[in-house]
């Protein structure tokens, strides 16, 4: 399968977890609907998929809603193949992503280190004027 096409594919198989997950079909009471799905990774062969899973929740409960995704896998397989035809459906395997919030923790620790800076540059020049 050309790659554009398993790219296509990766992004509508995430919107329609990202619904499931949104309109609460995922019966598992790990599964929060504060749980955003980044991307999905099909391979060539269109045998498995990798969901990378997010939140600003806890990490704790991040790893109990991956846990709940992977339990209900074969639900939400047989849910998204009814409503797409493609000749074979990929095994889901869901994976806890924190590169979103690593990336916000970056740029709060940046937005410190430069209020740190701006301050003290400030503080010389205010006891020149002493």
Same mark, same amino acid.
């Given at each position: 399968? =050309?790659?554009?096409?398993?790219?296509?594919?990766?992004?509508?198989?995430?919107?329609?977890?990202?619904?499931?997950?949104?309109?609460?079909?995922?019966?598992?009471?790990?599964?929060?609907?504060?749980?955003?799905?980044?991307?999905?990774?099909?391979? =060539?062969?269109?045998?498995?998929?990798?969901?990378?899973?997010?939140?600003?929740?806890?990490?704790?409960?991040?790893?109990? =809603?991956?846990?709940?995704?992977?339990?209900?896998? =074969?639900?939400?397989?047989?849910?998204?193949?009814?409503?797409?035809?493609?000749?074979?459906?990929?095994?889901?395997?869901?994976?806890?992503?924190?590169?979103?919030?690593?990336?916000?923790?970056?740029?709060?620790?940046?937005?410190?280190?430069?209020?740190?800076?701006?301050?003290?540059?400030?503080?010389?020049?205010?006891?020149?004027?002493?």
């Amino acid at each position: 399968m =050309g790659e554009f096409r398993l790219v296509r594919l990766g992004e509508q198989l995430r919107d329609e977890i990202s619904q499931l997950i949104l309109r609460q079909r995922i019966k598992d009471p790990r599964v929060s609907t504060f749980l955003n799905v980044n991307r999905v990774e099909v391979a =060539g062969d269109l045998k498995y998929a990798k969901v990378y899973v997010s939140s600003f929740l806890s990490e704790a409960q991040v790893n109990k =809603g991956v846990e709940g995704l992977n339990s209900a896998a =074969g639900f939400i397989q047989s849910t998204i193949a009814k409503k797409l035809t493609i000749r074979q459906f990929p095994k889901l395997t869901f994976i806890a992503d924190t590169s979103v919030k690593e990336g916000f923790e970056m740029v709060n620790r940046l937005n410190r280190l430069e209020a740190a800076s701006a301050g003290s540059q400030e503080s010389p020049s205010a006891s020149d004027a002493d």
